[in-house]
């Protein structure tokens, strides 16, 4: 789905590396190329068990940095599927589908 804005947007499921059948979808998901990683909601994320792997830092578009935790899921879009790096997004956040995502799901 294309906004007035031109920004394409897409629904993702995500799931824990271990249980990809326990899936949990998200609708609405911006899909950025300009973002390296893909930004899940930390709620998503832990429901799911997914835990924790190291802490990173990012740089907004506005200049920001922000340290957010990284760990690794499936996702699932437009009938593919792809093992990637997630951030745990916090509240606030964007929800992104990024370029290693993007590329992951070819």
Not at 27 to 53: A, C, F, H, K
Not at 87 to 106: C, I, P, T, W, Y
């Given at each position: 789905?294309?906004?007035?804005?031109?920004?394409?947007?897409?629904?993702?499921?995500?799931?824990?590396l271990a249980?990809?059948?326990?899936?949990?979808?998200?609708?609405?998901?911006?899909?950025?190329?300009?973002?390296?990683?893909?930004?899940?909601?930390?709620?998503?994320?832990?429901?799911?068990?997914?835990?924790?792997?190291?802490?990173?830092?990012?740089?907004?578009?506005?200049?920001?940095?922000?340290?957010?935790?990284?760990?690794?899921?499936?996702?699932?879009?437009?009938?593919?599927?792809?093992?990637?790096a997630v951030?745990?997004?916090?509240?606030?956040?964007?929800?992104?589908?990024?370029?290693?995502?993007?590329?992951?799901?070819?």
């Open positions: 789905m294309i906004d007035d804005m031109g920004i394409f947007r897409t629904t993702v499921a995500v799931a824990h249980r990809p059948h326990d899936r949990r979808s998200l609708d609405n998901v911006m899909v950025d190329t300009g973002s390296e990683y893909n930004w899940i909601p930390r709620t998503v994320l832990e429901e799911l068990g997914v835990e924790r792997q190291r802490l990173d830092r990012f740089e907004t578009a506005d200049g920001r940095v922000l340290e957010r935790d990284v760990a690794f899921a499936m996702l699932y879009a437009g009938g593919r599927s792809t093992a990637s951030v745990f997004a916090e509240r606030g956040d964007l929800v992104l589908l990024g370029a290693h995502g993007l590329k992951g799901l070819n």
